[in-house]
């Protein structure tokens, strides 16, 4: 089966610009959880949605934002980009909420803030 | 606060060292564990979970983790490191409280293997 897929791999954007990025799970995935993962701060929670929902959030400005759609795939939008948002974006999938049972991750989206 | 401690977080060894990686966990309730690998350029990838049962779990390319529940501990191992080895390693603990859950992730241990 087709593994987490991330689009898209590279971006750089200007400060103050906004950024979508997409995630399509594993099929039959329901559960979608986005990471952001830096040298400095390792890797870094930023929510997760099962069917459609919001589960669970990390402590990021409201800026982060995401969704989820009827078919799993999930997008996550950051708006007013900072410097600090620099990072390399990473989306897991799981069968059920949580990770309780391990993630699949995706390879990422590396997001440059110029 | 729960949290996950990766004692050291860069490890330097020679091919055919044995390996020894710390992570304990805080959380006196029931947790699942995990390591996780990221090799350089790729994306990170289960090793190996615990669940229950036997705490001694193997997982890929060798790798084994005990869990010690009295020391609150899921160390992560390999008798015979290689090359291919060199990576970052990334311990979880996933705990549940009701509705209520969490995964939590330790800082990473970054290995190097010298050939």
């Known amino acids: 089966k087709a593994g987490v897929t991330q689009t898209p791999r590279y971006l750089i954007k200007t400060r103050g610009q906004q950024v979508t990025l997409s995630c399509s799970p594993i099929?039959?995935?329901?559960?979608v959880s986005w990471y952001q993962q830096t040298p400095g701060q390792g890797l870094q929670f930023l929510f997760e949605y099962f069917s459609e929902t919001q589960r669970n959030k990390g402590n990021f400005p409201g800026r982060f934002s995401g969704r989820q759609f009827s078919n799993s795939r999930s997008e996550m939008n950051v708006s007013t980009l900072e410097l600090g948002d620099s990072a390399l974006y990473l989306c897991?999938?799981?069968?059920?909420?949580?990770?309780?049972?391990?993630?699949?991750f995706g390879s990422g989206t590396r997001l440059t803030v110029v | 606060a729960q949290s996950v401690s990766q004692h050291n977080h860069h490890v330097i060894l020679s091919e055919a060292a044995s390996l020894e990686l710390g992570c304990n966990y805080s959380?006196?309730?029931?947790?699942?564990l995990f390591w996780y690998v990221q090799y350089p350029g790729q994306h990170l990838q289960l090793l190996l979970k615990?669940?229950?049962?036997d705490p001694l779990v193997k997982g890929i390319k060798g790798f084994e983790a005990e869990f010690i529940k009295s020391k609150f501990s899921f160390n992560l191992r390999k008798p015979s490191v290689q090359w291919s080895d060199t990576a970052e390693y990334f311990c979880?603990?996933?705990?549940?409280?009701?509705?209520?859950?969490?995964?939590?992730w330790g800082a990473g241990t970054k290995l190097i293997i010298k050939p």
């Open positions: 979880a603990a996933h705990t549940r409280r009701d509705s209520n859950y969490q995964l939590i």
């Open positions: 897991a999938s799981s069968l059920e909420a949580g990770g309780t049972y391990g993630y699949t």
């Open positions: 959380y006196g309730g029931t947790v699942n």
């Open positions: 615990y669940f229950s049962g």
């Open positions: 099929s039959g995935h329901r559960s």
